[in-house]
Each structure stands twice: as structure tokens, then as C-alpha cells.
């Protein structure tokens, strides 16, 4: 059964700085990953998706990496603003519908 | 622009109650889901549909039913609400492309029961 994890859960850091997220799966036979934005409250947005052939993504700010063989993904974010404020999500799709990690929590300060 | 919209943003209901929460998307997607979303515990799958009157078991099914009459509302039923259910409740479609598939989500309801 696929399992996502993603290190650390929770991150603070200054306004500015550049900063990565990970995402780990065991179950390396996936068609796509996705990372998702959510605000407090709020449903779930849609970051960016890279499909099991591509290595990485790039959106603005935001560039996402895939490395299928070691089950990981990173997701950089670079010059961070308080705005990034928020729990991001990896989700993987296998055979079955998207296997979510429980997020990290990111906190940027002013 | 993707819009899927869920029937309410708060629900405050008692034990026992039948509860129905409402999504409805105008994408023609043919695939939605129902998540539950605690602390701790991530999103987690409830049931999802492949078509009109199709629905699969997700993850964690118990104590919930859904129904699917038209391609684009996709309803979560709780026959007989409990505390445990108490979670913010996410709806969400699936677009099929090359190789890519992409969830679109709701803006959530946050159901409490009392």
C-alpha cells in the first residue's frame, strides 16, 4: 500500500529566505505526483503536477523535483513571503486515486 | 476557470441526525471524491465515483453512503451522524489528461456534531 510522508511537518522561517519541502513514497509506480497549497480553513489548491516522466516543474516561485527510483519529491520555494503562509500537501496517483502525505506547515515571518 | 462548490462552508449538527453534504462541479468530470480531512491525520478517502450511479469504497467508508444520480453532484450522506464524524469534509474531481491527472478541490464544509 502506498504510504506519503512528508518531513518536516512543520516549518518556520524568515521572509526571503529560500526553502524545500519533502515528500517521500514506498511505492515507486506512480503516474504523476501533485503538491497542493491549503489556507486555514479553505479546500485544497493545485501547485503543481509533474507526470512520472518528467524531473521537474516550474511555477513563479515554486519548482517542483521528481526523482521516481529513490520514492522522493522536493518542492522549492524560493524568496519566501509571508503569503507562502500555509500547510502544503504532496499527493501521489497510482493505480488507485491520490495517496495524500499529511502536509508540512509552513510559517513565513515578516 | 475549475469551480467545484460544496453546499455549505459550516454545519453544526446532534447526534442521530441525517446529514447530507452536497458538491457539485461544472466540469464534466466523470470522477469525484469525498475526503475527510483531521489533524494528525491527513486527507483521508471516503468513497469516490467513476460515473453516474457508480461509487467505490475508499479508505474509510463506515458510517457513510453517497450517491451520484447526475454526473455533476456527487453527495455524502451520514445516515446517523456521530461525535467521531465531527472533520472537515473536502470534495473533489479528477480531470483525465495524457498521463496526468489532476484533483480540483471544494472549499471544504467543516461539519461539527454535537
Known amino acids: 500500500k502506498q504510504e506519503v510522508t512528508q518531513i518536516p511537518a512543520a516549518l518556520s522561517v524568515p521572509e526571503g529566505e529560500n526553502l524545500v519541502l519533502n515528500c517521500s513514497f514506498t511505492d515507486s509506480a506512480i503516474y504523476n505526483l501533485q503538491w497542493f497549497r491549503q489556507d486555514p480553513g479553505k479546500g485544497l489548491t493545485s501547485l503543481l503536477l509533474?507526470?512520472?516522466?518528467?524531473r521537474e516543474q516550474t511555477s513563479g516561485r515554486l519548482n517542483a523535483s521528481l526523482d521516481k527510483s529513490s520514492g522522493r519529491s522536493t518542492l522549492y520555494i524560493a524568496a519566501s513571503q509571508p503569503g507562502d503562509s500555509a500547510t502544503y500537501l504532496c499527493a501521489v496517483k497510482g493505480n488507485t486515486p491520490l495517496v495524500f502525505g499529511k502536509g508540512t506547515r509552513l510559517s513565513v515571518i515578516a | 476557470d475549475v469551480k467545484v462548490t460544496q453546499s455549505s462552508r459550516y454545519l453544526v449538527k446532534r447526534t442521530g441526525e441525517k446529514v447530507f453534504l452536497e458538491c457539485v462541479q461544472d466540469?464534466?468530470?466523470?470522477?469525484m471524491f469525498w475526503y475527510r480531512q483531521d489533524p494528525g491525520l491527513g486527507l483521508r478517502l471516503i468513497y469516490f465515483s467513476y460515473d453516474v450511479k457508480m461509487k467505490e469504497k475508499g479508505d474509510i467508508p463506515e458510517g457513510y453512503s453517497v450517491s451520484r444520480e447526475k454526473k455533476e453532484r456527487f453527495s455524502l450522506i451520514l445516515e446517523s451522524a456521530s461525535t467521531n464524524q465531527t472533520s472537515m469534509y473536502l470534495c473533489a474531481t479528477l480531470r483525465r489528461g495524457l498521463g496526468a491527472d489532476t484533483q480540483y478541490f471544494g472549499p471544504g464544509t467543516r461539519l461539527t456534531v454535537l
Open positions: 466540469m464534466d468530470h466523470e470522477n
Open positions: 509533474i507526470q512520472s516522466s518528467q
